[in-house]
């Protein structure tokens, strides 16, 4: 099983829709977790940091399921702008130590 | 705000040559990390250093080595290219204490191996 699993998509939704994310990691003992975007031949920016408590940042909101270990995204009202890949990442152990990233997941905001 | 800066921007190697990519990181950042990322693929994790000494070491092939300068720069060195090197090569820093939670990546370097 890969460390850290996302469906790569393409999630291809109308503007204004509502799109969710799910990505399982393996390592019980990871502590941070990510959602990066990267858009086409672009560096990952990071997006949001996941808390164990969910977290939101405007259309943006986070949440962890560390009993099920996934972390999920949701974007709502969704923009033109929104279209890219969203890779999850996730410590390899602790609070330190180097990113592990799914595939990603291709979104396509279409008007 | 000072970026993480690599160079160059784009490199064209041949088969069997070598290659040298630098990371410059962000000021008072003191850790660095290698990332290679193929077409269509995750950004896979090389190696990483901490205070100029190699702190963890993911999927690096023997054919490629780094080390981190006295000025916390970094650079990659490639030797042997194969086609499959061809990719995008992302370095990311981070500031102290902060680990993971600190990460910035660098606009990276595309190699193509011909």
């Known amino acids: 099983r890969k460390e850290v699993e996302q469906d790569p998509g393409p999630f291809n939704v109308p503007e204004g829709a509502t799109v969710a994310f799910n990505c399982t990691y393996s390592?019980?003992?990871?502590?941070?977790f990510f959602w990066y975007r990267q858009d086409c031949r672009k560096e990952p920016k990071l997006l949001m940091s996941?808390?164990?408590s969910g977290n939101e940042d405007g259309r943006f909101t986070a949440q962890l399921n560390r009993a099920s270990q996934y972390i999920s995204l949701l974007i709502r009202d969704s923009k033109l702008s929104d279209s890219a890949t969203y890779l999850c990442?996730?410590?390899?152990?602790?609070?330190?130590?180097?990113?592990?990233f799914g595939k990603g997941t291709k979104l396509s905001v279409k008007p | 705000a000072a970026g993480v800066i690599q160079s160059p921007r784009h490199l064209i190697k041949e088969k069997r040559e070598t290659a040298t990519l630098k990371c410059y990181p962000i000021?008072?950042?003191?850790?660095v990390y290698w990332y290679q990322q193929g077409p269509g693929q995750d950004p896979q994790f090389l190696i990483s250093f901490y205070e100029k000494m190699q702190s963890d070491k993911g999927s690096i092939p023997d054919r490629f080595s780094a080390q981190q300068f006295s000025d916390y720069h970094s650079e990659l060195n490639m030797s042997s290219l194969e086609l499959g090197d061809s990719a995008l090569y992302f370095c990311a820093s981070s500031p102290p204490l902060t680990g993971s939670y600190g990460y910035t990546f660098g606009s990276g370097t595309r190699l193509t191996v011909v």
């Open positions: 990442a996730v410590n390899k152990w602790g609070s330190q130590g180097n990113l592990i």
């Open positions: 390592n019980s003992a990871s502590q941070s």
């Open positions: 000021p008072r950042h003191d850790t």
């Open positions: 996941v808390y164990s």
